[in-house]
């Protein structure tokens, strides 16, 4: 249903016409949207013109998608003001800004946290009103200034800073006393996110032990961060968190919650900041570029990548400095550099081989392995199209299958599968497939998913094929199932 008539919206019909997008296309998008976060939405070109020539506001989330649509033509955020929507129930800016004063950074991050994720309270979560919002210019403000000063003068909160903030809630203790921050609170935050690594590896970023870091963020961080601490107990608060945050995001990358993982991803990078810990920052810098190059912006992605690496140079371990460079090789190849990428390779590679056992690398980083480099690789050049090396690269990814990280073995098969099948195996490339599709079908994964169902769209050209038809039948549950 939609609101009483206001007269037309010439705000709307304005940005429409800028957008270049018809009635009938702006209520597609806005219909595919909502069916994107478990929506069924009927809208049609009569619909969008009742919006514009009488000014009608449509209920529930339909604004937000409609500022998201638009906006994902235009390749900028849209609000909801720009297109005469602003009396609508209004969508938070939560999570996309990176203040320059510490103490403003802490309520960023802790209003993130509270958010309404998926609607616990009944109706429509935050992240299903923001479906597809993902703006890749929302990180060149955090990025720019990450660069300028990668660390606060000082993070010491009083006591009159925990009242300040709190309000009379969240950084208060049960005495009702502003909460006192130490040692061991922060070790309990950094034990979570150490298990919830291994979950997420394991399980897939929707499995229900990952969903429990924003509950973990919420419940747990927030109150800490409103609470009081020295300056050395904050850097290591903030430190935390951010792995935390992070963590939230990437998981959120992984089900496919782009906006929600951009949102973290910002407010992990301004908490890495206030901990001075440059390494960690440039780790959220490359999950930002990861995320950008998969959502097809590889030029911002190979920017993001080298902002880390700039940064870093003299202060991270050269097994953190190879997984920059090899994040900047995954953006590069999909830009189709091949030369650029090339050498974004041999450069990880050389980093990767002058790391040593005993090296301080971050406990976040130990994931990172010469298997996972080849696995990485493998990919780079299947974006290039070259499939020999894929295989090559491949071959030793998968040299050592561990069910620690079931989710990147998964992967890797689909990999596999497309390079035998770019190489004319088809035998070869089905059997990857079924490999891959056992594992997709144990986790919870809408990336893997959205591997395997691109390989099955490169084997339509088989489908009549025994194989590929049994191959087809085993990947059904992931080719009828939302990503």
């Not at 922060?186 to 870091?213: F, H, I």
């Not at 968190?241 to 407010?267: H, K, P, S, V």
Request: aromatic share 6%; charged share 25%; with cysteine.
């Amino acid at each position: 249903m939609s609101r009483e008539p206001r007269g037309p919206n010439e705000k709307l019909g304005t940005v429409l016409a800028l957008a270049g997008i018809s009635n009938a296309g702006l209520a597609r998008r806005v219909n595919d949207l909502g069916a994107q976060r478990g929506l069924t939405l009927r809208y049609d070109k009569t619909s969008v013109a009742r919006w514009v020539s009488k000014g009608m506001v449509p209920q529930g989330a339909a604004p937000h998608l409609i500022a998201a649509a638009i906006g994902s033509k235009l390749g900028r955020p849209v609000p909801l003001h720009e297109i005469g929507l602003a009396d609508a129930d209004p969508a938070p800016e939560v999570g996309l800004a990176f203040p320059r004063d510490i103490g403003q950074a802490v309520r960023s991050a802790a209003e993130l946290y509270r958010l309404d994720l998926a609607g616990r309270r009944g109706g429509v979560g935050i992240w299903q009103s923001l479906a597809g919002s993902f703006a890749v210019s929302a990180y060149a403000t955090p990025a720019s200034r990450w660069l300028i000063s990668p660390a606060d003068t000082s993070v010491a909160r009083g006591p009159e800073d925990a009242e300040d903030a709190a309000g009379g809630a969240g950084g208060s203790g049960p005495d009702g006393l502003p909460q006192r921050v130490g040692h061991s609170d922060v070790t309990k935050l950094r034990e979570a996110a150490e298990d919830a690594r291994r979950w997420d590896s394991k399980y897939g970023g929707g499995d229900w032990r990952s969903s429990m870091v924003p509950e973990c963020l919420r419940v747990d961080a927030a109150p800490l961060l409103l609470g009081s601490y020295s300056d050395e107990v904050g850097r290591s608060l903030f430190g935390a968190t951010a792995e935390l945050t992070r963590l939230a995001g990437w998981m959120a990358f992984d089900t496919g919650q782009q906006e929600a993982a951009q949102r973290y991803y910002i407010q992990a990078l301004r908490l890495a900041r206030a901990a001075a810990d440059v390494p960690l920052g440039g780790y959220v810098l490359a999950s930002m570029s990861l995320q950008a190059t998969y959502r097809g912006f590889a030029d911002e992605g190979v920017d993001l990548a080298q902002a880390a690496l700039e940064r870093n140079r003299g202060l991270a371990t050269a097994r953190t400095m190879s997984f920059f460079r090899l994040v900047e090789a995954r953006a590069q190849a999909k830009s189709g550099d091949g030369p650029a990428c090339g050498a974004a390779l041999k450069s990880a590679e050389g980093w990767l081989e002058r790391s040593r056992s005993g090296d301080a690398d971050p406990s976040w980083l130990d994931f990172y392995s010469h298997e996972r480099f080849a696995a990485d690789a493998a990919e780079c050049y299947r974006d290039l199209r070259l499939p020999r090396q894929v295989r090559r690269f491949t071959e030793q990814a998968l040299a050592r299958p561990t069910e620690e990280f079931v989710r990147s073995h998964g992967l890797r098969l689909v990999v596999s599968a497309v390079a035998e099948l770019e190489s004319g195996n088809l035998d070869a490339a089905c059997a990857a497939g079924a490999r891959a599709v056992e594992v997709a079908n144990r986790i919870s994964s809408a990336r893997t998913t959205e591997y395997v169902r691109d390989l099955m769209h490169r084997l339509e050209a088989y489908r009549d094929e025994p194989r590929v038809a049994e191959l087809r039948e085993r990947a059904r549950p992931l080719l009828v199932a939302p990503a």
